[in-house]
């Protein structure tokens, strides 16, 4: 699975962005798809997740209320809709895919992983 993430950009604080990741493959719909994020200076940290089956997500508490995360298993895209965006949520934002529902907030445990797209939240 190849995955690229896309969608970032600047915006000012309580603004909000959508960020997509395209997956490739026909398989999408057997992983587990979640979104990173590192900031300057700062270790790698779990945003969210979604189940393959859709019916199941989490969050961090950073971003719980805020971000919602979905996917399309037909068009093999998942997404981050973020809002009421705040500068400390400025990072580079990574997707990455895995096959089970569990330890979601490692990631070292992830398999694939699409390169990143700069978010930058203005005060």
């Known amino acids: 699975v190849q995955l690229q993430a896309s969608g970032g950009g600047l915006v000012q604080a309580g603004g909000s962005l959508r960020l997509s990741c395209a997956a490739s493959?026909?398989?999408?719909?057997?992983?587990?798809m979640a979104w990173f994020r590192q900031a300057p200076g700062k270790e790698r940290e779990f945003v969210a997740a979604?189940?393959?089956?859709?019916?199941?997500?989490y969050f961090a508490d950073s971003v719980k209320g805020r971000f919602t995360i979905s996917r399309d298993n037909a068009k093999r895209t998942a997404y981050l809709q973020m809002n009421s965006l705040k500068p400390e949520d400025t990072a580079i934002y990574s997707c990455?895919?895995?096959?089970?529902?569990?330890?979601?907030?490692?990631?070292?445990?992830?398999?694939?992983w699409g390169q990143g797209t700069q978010v930058t939240v203005s005060s």
């Open positions: 990455a895919a895995k096959r089970d529902f569990n330890t979601l907030l490692l990631a070292a445990t992830y398999d694939y």
């Open positions: 493959g026909r398989t999408f719909s057997s992983y587990t």
């Open positions: 979604i189940s393959r089956s859709i019916i199941s997500t």
